[in-house]
Every structure is written in C-alpha cells, then in structure tokens.
C-alpha cells in the first residue's frame, strides 16, 4: 500500500491523541525553552499560542543521514478577530539541531499578501521569513504545509495543500553552506503583534516528500521510526 511504502522511510509522526494538558511528557516530546507545561493539547491538537505563553518544545531523532528532510503538519489559526497585522511575524513550527537554539526551515504566520485572514513565511535559516505564500489564506480552514530543508545547501521550500512535489512551492533564501543537522522537530510560542493560536495536527517527519503529505493514519501510528 501506499502508506506502507511511506513507513520505510519515516523518521517519525504524531497525530497528538493525548490527554488534554500538557504536550511535554506525552510521546518523545521535551521542553528546550519556555515555562514548561504551557504548551497544551487540546481535543488531539498541538495549541501553539502566540501571547502569553512561553514554552518551545521538540520531538528529537536521530540524524537522518540524507541531505534533505522534510516536514508535514495540517494546521488551523483560530479568528482572533482582524487580519494578522504589522511586522511583528513569529515562527511557530521549525526543525532544529541538536542544540537549544539553531533552527532552521522556519514557519510563520504573516499578514495575508491581499488583505485576507493571513498568510504564511519559509525561512531558510534565520527568524523573520525569508518569503510569503502568495495566496491569502483564511481563519478556521485546515491547511496541510509541507517544508523540506535542505542540510547541505541551506535553503528551505514550502508547499501549501500540495498534492505532487511538483505542485507550487515557495523557496526560502539560499544561505551559506551548509546547513544545520536536523536533529529534531519543534513548535514555537512568542509574542507578536496578533496573539493568534494556532492549532497543529497530523505531523509527519520524512526524507522525501511522498512520506510527509499525506497524515499517517491513525492505526499505523504504532510503525514510526524513532
């Protein structure tokens, strides 16, 4: 089957069927940042909050020992009530290396391109983004992202709703070679000029496109990789 093709290579997935509460101490998740314990799951959903919340937190692996890594998670913002507004964008998923603080293939909320709910940002390898999702985007709607990172040339890609790899993408900027090992996949919460939440499901971590854009169902959740 097709899923059963995609498991030979996947690095590792979680469809958040925990508890309500906490993330931290669920699966392999692990705080790197923050107040622990204010990173939340609620109703099978990651609760990434934009405000007061502090804690990042991060499912590691092991490197995977190929140049490019991908990542697919389906995500919703909730209607905080206005577009997104200003400058003042946070990331809010990224891969990251074995250390507390070098992130890469970062993904934002942004002010939508033509006046709509928002948008999203890539960013390579820095922590404003580096290019925006053409399209507008709207409260409330699941979207399913797909970034890969590459690890030798330092740039990061995006796809929004993307069926093929070769379906539209957004590049993030070339930075200097090379990039960061990927040891891990995180969410981020942090201040900024809407405290909108955003609400994550679906995760997939892979070495190729195929094994990320379509969500590991819930029956196979058992056959990652970790």
Same mark, same amino acid.
């Given at each position: ?10 690095? @590792? ?7 309500? /509460? ?12 923050? @107040? ?15 405000? !007061? ?12 020992? %190929? ?16 577009? +997104? ?6 990331? $809010? ?5 074995? %250390?507390? $603080? ?8 942004? =002010?939508?391109? *033509? ?5 999203? /940002? +890539? !960013?390579?390898?820095? *922590? ?33 709703? !993307?069926?093929?790899?070769?379906? =539209? *993408? ?7 070679? =090379? ?7 995180? &969410?981020?919460?942090?201040? *900024?000029?809407? @405290?909108?939440? +955003?609400?994550?499901?679906? &995760? ?10 379509? =969500? ?6 058992? $056959?990652?990789?970790?």
């Amino acid at each position: 089957s097709v899923f059963g093709a995609a498991q030979a290579v996947e690095i @590792t997935h979680d469809n958040f069927d925990y508890p309500d /509460g906490s993330l931290v101490g669920n699966g392999a998740w692990v705080n790197h940042s923050g @107040t622990e314990g204010d990173l939340m799951v609620a109703s099978g959903q990651a609760v990434v909050q934009h405000g !007061a919340p502090s804690e990042d937190a991060n499912v590691p692996f092991a490197p995977s020992g %190929t140049d490019d890594i991908f990542f697919g998670i389906d995500f919703t913002v909730d209607d905080p009530g206005a577009p +997104i507004p200003g400058t003042d964008n946070e990331y $809010f998923a990224h891969f990251k290396d074995d %250390t507390t $603080f070098n992130f890469c293939g970062r993904l934002d909320i942004v =002010p939508a391109p *033509s006046g709509g709910d928002f948008s999203v /940002g +890539i !960013a390579s390898d820095s *922590s404003t983004a580096d290019a925006v999702w053409p399209n507008d985007l709207t409260y409330g709607v699941t979207y399913r992202a797909v970034v890969r990172y590459s690890q030798v040339n330092n740039q990061a890609e995006l796809w929004i709703d !993307a069926s093929a790899v070769s379906d =539209p *993408s957004l590049l993030g900027a070339d930075q200097p070679d =090379p990039g960061d090992v990927v040891q891990g996949f995180a &969410l981020r919460q942090s201040d *900024s000029n809407q @405290t909108e939440t +955003i609400r994550i499901d679906a &995760l997939v971590v892979g070495t190729t496109f195929d094994d990320v854009v379509v =969500p590991v169902p819930v029956e196979l959740q058992s $056959f990652s990789i970790e």
